[in-house]
């Protein structure tokens, strides 16, 4: 590029109407001048080629993406990551803050992701290792979607859990079992305690264990969970299918029962969740498959809490994540990250419920809480529930009797003493 086109794709912030931009931050690992580079990240999800042949005009002004912050932080002798062809030169490792107008792409997230994680962005000359960080997003363009319908003060309301966390339980064994045990399962553990038992990510419409017959024999427990407790239970579906296949299936499971309905939602498409956000009339919920594949490399891809953001902006109520410990695989500081991102203010979008997952159990439940500070997030055990030592009623009790001892200061340890069930939690999964 030559200097004019350079100083084209450079602004000042205050000059620019933020309601009109979203601001994008990326890493970067580029080769050259990292000025340079910057202008091309800005220029390829954006104008590109912005002038015509023979013709003086200038389509930046009101198109172009400008870089509005360019920091160099060190010097690499090669990339982050090896690469074919290999890079063996010097690569300066920038953090690059964008403008992008977003009347480029509307508020479509199809064509969104199209201009901030796609070929622009990923191919730029001279930038081989790039990862969009962050997306802020201004109130004028938040304006044009619904967000959660309910959110977590709605579902709080709504299901009655109030002064402490939700309780989830994946039934177990999560993909082989007919409707009819599949259903006595998650009777078991809302007996005990347990909010909302769930069908696993994996679980869809297989022929041992049809999603129809499941959905109907799981809505008939919940109701006599209800009936037996006095509290709303929740019987959460998983609905992931084909895009054509949602509505149909939304309408048959709740039909049936189910009280909320889960949706993966990088396998299904953001926009689809968005559409079906118009037409449901339960609360949806957002399972992670996929998003590891693009996030989990520091360097590379995009953060987690960009898709955080993007799927509670598009509707879902609650947002399962890859949560904290060792299997996960994920920073402590990237979890908190995305529980942020659900919650934050974010001008007219309600916020979701964070559903941190991962090996959970009553013994994992205080080191969570600690964690996050608050009781605004859901828990998600599968095995600490529905494989408890003596069985998913016991498994359910053992997170409130837990919780009960959080609630109090009471060392869970020390409450286990006198209460069976957390004892016996604490022993298989401690």
Known sequence: MRQHDIDGFYADLSALDTDAHLLLDYRIECTGNPRVAAAHLASEQSTAQWQRMGVDE????????KVVDLEVETTLSGTSYPL?????????????????????FGPRIPNLLSAVLGEGAFFAPGIPVVKLLDVTFP?????????????LAGLRDRWHIHDRPFFFGVIKPNIGLDPAPFAELGLAAWRGGLDIAKDDEMLADPAWSPIAERSRRLGAARRLAEQETGVPKVYLANITDEVDQLIALHDMVVANGANAV???????????????????RVPLVAHFPVIAAMSRLPHFGVHTRVLTKLQRIIGFDVIIMPGFGPRMMTPEDEVLECIAAC?????????????????????????????????????VPGRGVFSHPDGPTAGAASLRQAWAAIATGVPVAEHAEGHPALAAALGAFG
């Open 139 to 151: 109130d004028a363009f938040l304006a044009h979607f619904d967000g959660p319908r309910y959110g």
């Open 58 to 65: 200038d389509y930046r002004p009101r198109f172009a993406a």
């Open 262 to 280: 889960m949706i993966n939602a990088l396998p299904v498409g953001l926009s689809a969740v968005r559409m079906l956000r118009k037409h449901a």
């Open 343 to 379: 919650t934050e203010p974010m001008g007219p979008i309600k916020p979701a419920l964070p559903v941190p997952g991962g090996s959970d159990s009553a013994a994992t439940l205080a080191t969570v809480h600690q964690k996050i500070g608050n009781p605004d997030f859901g828990f």
């Open 84 to 104: 074919r062809p290999a890079v063996d030169e010097p690569v300066s490792v920038c953090r690059v803050r964008l403008a992008h107008p977003y009347a480029n």
